[in-house]
């Protein structure tokens, strides 16, 4: 074998140019495919980096109503049968294998009722939250200071913001300190939140815009206890889990609305807990984008067949020149298998050359794609050792004719030739 392979480089570099034309065709389809593959895992991950955001492996289930997620506003009554999310609940959703920790919280989405001297904010959602929300959805205080027992117990008007609705409120004010507005209830700002991984949503098309657009407008927190001095006692509340992993997002989503829904009264049809599979959400989009990207490699795939067509015309041209050595192999005691191998050793080293070249190509062709477009890319370890395996079994394929042909030379009539 090792006998063979060396042969094989020799005879390769004997014939440099014909050798690097006939792995051309090999190289170009590697390569292809390569850079093809590394777009649809860098796309993959970009969409479920996304979808998923932070990386906190944060679940939330929420009220949803004939497939739409159920809002509360000024305007809309509590829904009956829906009980607040008591302790003894939340111990035994934290209890889950799946499950790190819970919060739960009471939620306005897209209120204007939110004023600081005369500047308005619109569309800001204001949660009342417990003191396990910050932890669980990974946020960490990053001006000023976080809520603390007394607020909770004495019902405390302080607000926590993020900097997107600091920003939106305060301009380049310091907003420690000042006083807002909620339905005419004037609460005092103490502190500025932000996520400890800091996600920027990639927004490239509508889809995406209305996927994250709604965390534009920024978000208030104040201590749950105080929410019924601007809103409502016994307002249905969402629930955050954490999960251990983000291979157990599903099943911790799925698990706590399973609990969460047997709490609610058996007349109640209309609203149940819903866990937003952000998962099944990045898999859809994953699955469209492979699907079209899968055309692009049969497509580049063509470039192979033509190149495992070019190893076997230049294999044949090979068993033509070296018929006489054929020949005198064979009468010295060479047997059929052992010139079958030669040549199709042969073939396989030549196609594997051009599938590292192909390899190196395509990743590099990746990266300019990156730097140009602008598209994530992630180069898959295993995607180029199955190109450089499959290029081998090309050359094998596609070499066996000329190495059949050439272990059933005739000694004699190989010798007569030149």
Known sequence: MFENIRLSFQGIWSHKMRSFLTMLGIIIGIASIISIVSTIKGTNEEIKNNLVGSGNNTVEVVLYQSGHTYTIDSESSIPFGIPEVTNEVCDQIRELDSVVNVTCYN???????????????????????????????????????????????????????DQTAADSLFLNENPIG???????????????????????????????????????????????????????????????????SVDDMEDAGRQTADILNKTISSKQTEVKYK?????????????????????????????????????????????????????????????????????????????????????????????????????SVSISVPASVVAVLFSMLIGIIFGLLPSVKAANLDPIDALRRE
Request: net charge neutral; glycine share 8%; charged share 20%.
């Open 107 to 161: 939620e306005r989405q897209y209120t204007d009722s939110v004023f600081y001297l005369n500047n308005a904010v619109n569309s800001v959602s204001i949660r009342g939250i417990d003191t396990n929300y910050f932890d669980t959805a990974g946020y960490t205080v990053r001006t000023g200071r976080n809520f603390i027992e007394d607020d909770y117990t004495s019902f405390r008007k302080v607000l926590i913001l």
């Open 178 to 244: 000042k006083t807002v507005e909620i339905n005419k209830t004037p609460f005092t700002v103490i502190g500025v939140v932000d996520s400890v991984k800091k996600f920027t949503p990639s927004i490239s098309t509508v889809e995406d815009y209305y996927n994250y657009a709604s965390e534009s407008s920024g978000n208030m927190y104040m201590p749950k206890a105080s929410w019924p001095i601007v809103y409502s006692y016994d307002e249905p509340e969402n629930v955050i889990v954490k999960a251990t």
């Open 275 to 375: 866990a937003d599979d952000v998962l099944e959400r990045a898999q859809k989009l994953q699955d469209l984008s492979s699907a079209t990207n899968n055309q692009l490699i049969w497509i580049a795939s063509i470039s192979l067949l033509v190149g495992g067509i070019g190893v076997m015309n230049i294999m044949l041209v090979s068993v033509t020149e070296r018929t006489s050595e054929i020949g005198l192999k064979k009468a010295i005691g060479a047997r059929k298998g052992t010139i079958l191998g030669q040549f199709l050793t042969e073939a396989a080293v030549l196609t594997s050359i051009g599938g590292i070249i192909g390899v190196a190509s395509g990743i590099g062709m990746a990266q300019v794609i990156n730097k140009i477009s602008g598209v």
